[in-house]
């Protein structure tokens, strides 16, 4: 079945440092993958997504691109702010078994000043 | 506009007692998901209602675990009787419509705690 992995946290980085949050996934078909940011004591919200091999979803300064070809969607930013500390959740939607959506297990990252 | 609302924000009950989580969705959503978080590990579904009917329940551990939907508006999730195993956070999501890019709205979850 459907599934994705994601690195474990937490993951510590100082102000203005360069994030990298790896997620990789399992599907047939062609889903729509997304990051889900979970900041403390809210819901989850939607990041970016991207619905195609080759898109780059973008958000807030973060980006990741659908790869195909390695099963991937990593997430980026260039410069992490002690604001961006939160829990991210990598996820995906596919038109097999369903279009429930399917999450990783998240990683914590935590932004020193 | 209201986001999707989660009551209540904690619960601790002991184990073989019952509870009853609710979700209130963002008004004319269609549909919501159940999810739940156990210690840190992945978000699982756990059943999908469009309106008032169950479109998918295979996430749904056993049957101790009761979602109900009533009138197609708000949704009852209650675990009867609750074993240790069930406790972790419990998110209710809605949406306007169902396919693969679908934004999901997330509720800020219940957290449940088995003792």
């Known amino acids: 079945g459907n599934s994705v992995t994601q690195m474990e946290g937490p993951v510590t980085l100082s102000e203005e440092a360069f994030l990298t949050i790896n997620c990789t996934y399992t599907?047939?078909?062609?889903?729509?993958l997304f990051w889900y940011v979970q900041y403390p004591g809210e819901g989850l919200q939607l990041l970016l997504k991207?619905?195609?091999?080759?898109d780059k979803g973008s958000n807030k300064g973060f980006e990741a691109t659908y790869r195909k070809e390695t099963t991937s969607f990593h997430l980026e930013k260039g410069s992490v702010q002690v604001s961006d500390s939160a829990v991210y959740f990598c996820a995906l939607s596919g038109n097999t078994g369903g279009f429930k959506t399917i999450f990783g297990a998240g990683t914590r990252l935590f932004v020193k000043a | 506009e209201a986001g999707v609302t989660q009551f209540p924000s904690h619960s601790v009950i002991e184990k073989g007692q019952t509870v009853t989580l609710r979700c209130d969705p963002i008004?004319?959503?269609?549909?919501l998901y159940w999810y739940r978080r156990v210690m840190g590990k992945e978000i699982k579904f756990l059943l999908h209602?469009?309106?008032?009917?169950?479109?998918?329940e295979s996430g749904m551990p056993n049957n101790r675990f009761l979602a109900e939907r009533t009138g197609g508006t708000y949704s009852t999730l209650k675990v009867q009787p609750a074993e240790l195993e069930d406790s972790g956070v419990y998110f209710c999501?809605?949406?306007?419509?169902?396919?693969?890019?679908?934004?999901?709205?997330f509720g800020s979850g219940t957290q449940l705690s088995v003792l």
């Open positions: 991207a619905t195609k091999a080759d």
């Open positions: 599907a047939t078909g062609y889903p729509s």
């Open positions: 209602f469009v309106k008032e009917s169950k479109q998918d």
């Open positions: 999501a809605s949406s306007e419509a169902q396919g693969p890019g679908e934004k999901l709205f």
């Open positions: 008004s004319g959503h269609d549909n």
